[in-house]
């Protein structure tokens, strides 16, 4: 027995296309997207309004919103959302927007400050950052938001291990030592990026709205360039030793009272080990066994303990010479 449609009185089989028939008739009815350039043009249209609304409500002056990239824009939106998930607006360790912190009181800091979220993401970074590095806060997004895309590229890993390290143990300061990025003009003018000290600490937010996490709150103190020759300069900076393979002392310049306070008699046959700041000994050893195994070996800045007790930045270069190492240290300031 053959079922006809209660439409158009066909058999069956027909009755697909016959409702396919109906809806295209019918007043109304969808028809299939198709894209033209009328519609391109209104999502490009309705895009720029929306980035247009997002740039004018950031916290930076009129001439800087004027010259923002689509790309700059979205990073700077995307640095300040992180900013206030980790520091909700008005809570009292939430980071100031740059009118609110005067240019006055970050003249007086040595450094610039910085704040990351715990995967090394860039939460906020003081404006005096130009003065230090030659480029803008909205000029260092360009490199990427992440602490990684701003530093030398030599030195990720290391700061990688070190900030792991002090987000398993929060409240503990760790300081390290990298270049950043620069401006061209800077590295004309200085003939490379600029190095910076980075010390700082995971903490904590302490209000009960708070997400949970942590944040790392550093200050970055530039170190005083050195001369394109390395170790050229004044010779009142540099101080010579003489190691075993093992590092030990077998010999150092009298200048080295100046620099570490030790008395020449008071260094010999002591390990230069047992010197080292303790977050400095992995990446000496790594340095030591190059320079052992007779292959180049970049200089390093590290921390050797004064006979004060404090810390001394040096800048080390260190090459083999039969059965010992001769270290050539730049005192930096």
Same mark, same amino acid.
């Given at each position: &027995?053959?079922?006809?449609?209660?439409?158009?009185?066909?058999?069956?089989?027909?009755?697909?296309?016959?409702? *396919? !028939?109906?809806?295209?008739?019918? /007043?109304?009815?969808?028809?299939p997207?198709?894209?033209?350039?009328?519609?391109?043009?209104?999502?490009?249209d309705?895009?720029?309004?929306?980035?247009?609304?997002?740039?004018?409500? =950031?916290?930076?002056?009129?001439?800087?919103?004027?010259?923002?990239?689509?790309?700059?824009?979205?990073?700077?939106?995307?640095?300040?959302?992180?900013?206030?998930?980790?520091?909700?607006?008005?809570?009292p %360790?939430?980071? /100031?927007?740059?009118? +609110?912190l005067?240019?006055?009181l970050?003249s007086?800091?040595?450094?610039? =400050?910085?704040?990351?979220? #715990?995967?090394?993401?860039?939460?906020?970074?003081?404006?005096?950052v130009?003065?230090?590095?030659?480029?803008?806060? +909205?000029?260092?997004?360009?490199?990427?938001?992440?602490?990684?895309?701003?530093?030398?590229?030599?030195?990720?890993?290391? +700061? !990688?291990?070190? =900030?792991? =390290? *002090?987000?398993?143990? /929060?409240?503990?300061t760790?300081?390290?030592?990298?270049? &950043?990025?620069?401006?061209?003009?800077?590295?004309?003018?200085?003939?490379g990026?600029?190095?910076?000290?980075?010390?700082? !600490?995971?903490?904590? /937010?302490?209000?009960? #709205?708070?997400?949970?996490?942590?944040?790392?709150?550093?200050?970055?103190?530039?170190?005083?360039q050195?001369?394109a020759?390395g170790?050229?300069? %004044?010779?009142?900076?540099?101080?010579?030793?003489?190691?075993?393979l093992? &590092?030990?002392?077998?010999?150092?310049?009298?200048?080295?009272?100046?620099?570490?306070?030790?008395?020449?008699?008071?260094? &010999? @046959?002591?390990?230069?080990?047992?010197?080292?700041h303790?977050?400095?000994t992995?990446?000496?050893?790594?340095q030591?066994? #190059?320079?052992?195994?007779?292959?180049?070996?970049?200089?390093?800045?590290? !921390?050797?303990?004064?006979?004060?007790?404090?810390?001394?930045?040096?800048r080390?270069?260190?090459?083999?010479?039969?059965?010992?190492?001769?270290?050539?240290?730049? @005192?930096?300031?």
């Open positions: &027995m053959t079922i006809f449609c209660s439409h158009c009185h066909r058999p069956l089989q027909a009755e697909t296309s016959c409702l *396919a !028939r109906r809806a295209e008739q019918a /007043p109304g009815a969808s028809k997207f198709r894209s033209t350039k009328g519609a391109s043009k209104a999502r490009r309705q895009i720029n309004a929306e980035l247009q609304a997002l740039r004018s409500l =950031l916290p930076i002056s009129a001439r800087e919103k004027e010259r923002l990239s689509y790309l700059h824009t979205m990073a700077l939106v995307c640095l300040r959302l992180r900013g206030a998930q980790l520091f909700p607006p008005g809570t %360790s939430a980071p /100031p927007a740059a009118p +609110v005067a240019a006055e970050l007086l800091l040595p450094g610039f =400050l910085l704040v990351l979220s #715990a995967g090394g993401k860039l939460v906020y970074i003081s404006e005096n130009s003065q230090i590095l030659g480029l803008s806060m +909205v000029e260092l997004l360009a490199q990427g938001d992440t602490i990684f895309d701003i530093l030398d590229g030599r030195a990720g890993e290391d +700061v !990688r291990k070190k =900030l792991l =390290l *002090a987000q398993e143990q /929060p409240g503990r760790i300081t390290f030592v990298s270049e &950043m990025r620069t401006s061209k003009a800077f590295r004309l003018q200085h003939g990026n600029r190095a910076v000290a980075v010390r700082g !600490r995971f903490v904590a /937010p302490r209000w009960p #709205a708070s997400p949970p996490g942590t944040a790392f709150l550093a200050l970055c103190t530039p170190i005083p050195l001369e020759g170790d050229t300069g %004044s010779q009142d900076d540099l101080f010579q030793s003489t190691h075993a093992d &590092m030990r002392f077998m010999d150092v310049t009298e200048s080295a009272i100046y620099h570490l306070g030790y008395l020449r008699e008071e260094l &010999m @046959g002591r390990s230069w080990y047992s010197l080292l303790p977050e400095d992995e990446l000496a050893a790594v030591h066994r #190059a320079v052992a195994l007779g292959a180049g070996a970049q200089p390093v800045v590290l !921390r050797l303990l004064r006979r004060d007790r404090t810390w001394a930045w040096l080390v270069s260190a090459r083999r010479g039969g059965r010992c190492i001769t270290c050539t240290s730049r @005192g930096l300031r």
